[in-house]
């Protein structure tokens, strides 16, 4: 299988549906407070991600993976609330927005221009195990000009963790989550990268 990684920005707004799809897939069941569709959940937040910094791995033509890799400078997403309100309701967009905004759109724990943040890695399902997010961590790692690179995981995804200790990168901090209880998510790790 032959796995293709390009720039979101490359393959243009008419991707921007499928990447919202993938991010669903991956992140959704965090989300189904907001709504169970996860058809509705893509079109509410197909507006945010930023083309730029969003890297998509194909199979085929296909997509089948996104993370993002973007320096303290440039936010990989950006909430807009009538777009959200506009798929969601007046109630639950309101309510998506005031939560989904200070944890997409929150600054990296570390911050300096030699250092990236690798954040939403996620795999569409009929793709999982199959080394896509592999490849993506891989292509973001020898990205220039870039040295280090951190990221976030939960602490209850043990897949990810296991992954990412496998490419490279080691523990730095635990942070507990404001709403630990509700999400079930007892921490989060932050792991670190050095590429020299």
Partial sequence: MSIEIVRASDLGEVYRKRISEIFVDGFGHELTF?????????QALEHMFNLNVF???????EMAGITACTDSFEQSV???????????GLF??????????????????????????????????????KGIATALLQYVQKLSPYQQYILEVANV????????????????????????????????????????
């Fill in 34 to 42: 907001f709504t169970q569709d996860k058809q509705r959940l893509a």
């Fill in 55 to 61: 890297y998509c791995a194909l199979v085929e033509g």
């Fill in 78 to 88: 950006t909430l807009d609330k009538r777009k959200i309100m506009k798929h969601l």
């Fill in 92 to 129: 639950k967009g309101m309510i998506a927005y005031k939560f989904l905004k200070p944890e997409f759109e929150k600054q990296p724990v570390l911050t300096g221009s030699k250092l990236a943040s690798v954040e939403f890695v996620a795999t569409a399902s009929a793709y999982r195990k």
């Fill in 157 to 196: 995804n043990l897949r990810a963790i296991q992954l990412y200790q496998q490419l490279g990168f080691k523990e730095f901090k635990r942070i507990k989550p404001k709403h630990s209880k509700k999400s079930g998510i007892d921490y989060l790790i932050y792991m670190k990268y050095d590429s020299k």
